[in-house]
């Protein structure tokens, strides 16, 4: 029985939110910048005043993180505490969601520990309070991950909640979570082709039509001028990214160097569909190809809202999320050994060196 148990999911589950959660919370409190740190903070307790976004103040990004921030101040109370406790659930979530993505493509137990775990400490750490860009990029990866799930593991109700986390990811921030979901149904419409699944395209506008509606209800119930939420969540963000698109100054260093080694874990994808192609079948395995064309698009879109936003760079998290996949399609073939061996070595690296660099060394803060 005891054997059982410590070889069972539940010890996994539980040291990946006792270490997602903690990691967080830890390195969240190291540090701040107010300007950005607390940007939610004070919506949040204003919330909890009884003021609206877009009606008693401009807001151009972010009324969902608002809203969840003030309900963690009504429940546990306005304190740091309750604060950094917002990065660190979301951190707890996302960990868990790529554990089960893994765990049903049969990811060994102990390197699915290990990327999930790389991931989490990647992941929010870096900023450990919420923030919009990484909200907006999670919400978006997390839909991603749960369309890797459902085409292995079918469960007609869940397809229901892709578009719910795009529509969640877009109320946090309008990029990249747009980019995204453009990827996305780009890659859903390749995905149809080959499965015939066309119910999903019922469920999906279900879905969408039901997130558009609960945005008009929200607009009326609080009074809400539909101009001066157009203004400021459509028009005004607009000219933001069309400054730094006319000011985008290309440079080997900002575009490649940077990123170099999500670069070098991308070369191992292309590989893998190369591969794919060669091998003699009469018919290509369509999850495989879409779930590797998926990570190539997802990484690049994240790669360009990095170059135009210019903030710091936040996406390493993509690493252990790219290698795991990666492992699951090379550890299985033996002739593929000394591939699997250097991509947890390569993972292993690069999550050391991100984490003194962003988590122990805050250099965003």
């Excluded at 009606?55 to 990004?61: G, H, I, P």
């Excluded at 660190?88 to 893994?102: C, D, E, R, T």
């Excluded at 000219?239 to 070098?264: C, H, V």
Aim: aromatic fraction near 24%.
């Amino acid at each position: 029985m005891i054997k059982y148990f410590f070889s069972s999911k539940i010890v996994d589950v539980f040291i990946i939110i006792l270490f997602s959660f903690s990691i967080n919370k830890f390195y969240g409190s190291i540090g701040v910048l107010a300007q950005d740190t607390f940007a939610y903070y004070d919506t949040g307790f204003r919330i909890l005043q009884g003021s609206v976004p877009f009606k008693d103040y401009w807001t151009v990004s972010g009324p969902i993180i608002d809203y969840f921030q003030a309900f963690l101040f009504y429940t546990f109370g306005i304190s740091w505490k309750s604060y950094i406790l917002n990065g660190s659930l979301i951190n707890v979530a996302l960990s868990l969601l790529l554990y089960k993505v893994f765990s049903e493509y049969e990811l060994n137990r102990y390197l699915n520990l290990f990327y999930t775990l790389s991931f989490s400490v990647l992941a929010n750490p870096s900023m450990g309070a919420p923030f919009t860009d990484h909200y907006s990029a999670f919400f978006s990866v997390s839909a991603i991950l749960l369309f890797f799930y459902l085409i292995k593991q079918p469960e007609k109700n869940l397809w229901f909640l892709i578009p719910v986390l795009f529509f969640i990811a877009f109320f946090s921030k309008q990029t990249p979570a747009t980019y995204l979901l453009c990827v996305f149904l780009l890659v859903f419409i390749v995905y149809l082709y080959f499965s015939k699944n066309l119910y999903l395209i019922k469920t999906f506008f279900i879905s969408s039509l039901s997130c558009t509606v609960f945005a008009i209800i929200f607009l009326v119930v609080f009074d809400i001028n539909f101009y001066d939420f157009f203004e400021q969540y459509f028009l005004f963000p607009q000219t933001i990214g069309a400054s730094r698109l006319e000011k985008y100054n290309f440079t080997i260093n900002n575009t490649l160097s940077n990123f170099k080694i999500l670069y070098l874990f991308l070369s191992f994808v292309i590989v893998n569909i190369f591969l794919q192609f060669l091998e003699k079948k009469e018919k290509i395995e369509h999850k495989k190809f879409i779930i590797n064309i998926l990570l190539i698009l997802l990484t690049f879109t994240l790669i360009f809202h990095q170059l135009l936003t210019k903030n710091f760079i936040f996406i390493f998290f993509l690493i252990p999320l790219i290698a795991g996949f990666m492992h699951i399609n090379f550890f299985k073939q033996k002739k593929y050994a000394l591939v699997s061996f250097f991509l947890i070595g390569l993972t292993l690296f690069s999550t050391i060196k991100y984490h003194l660099r962003f988590n122990e060394h805050r250099k965003m803060l």
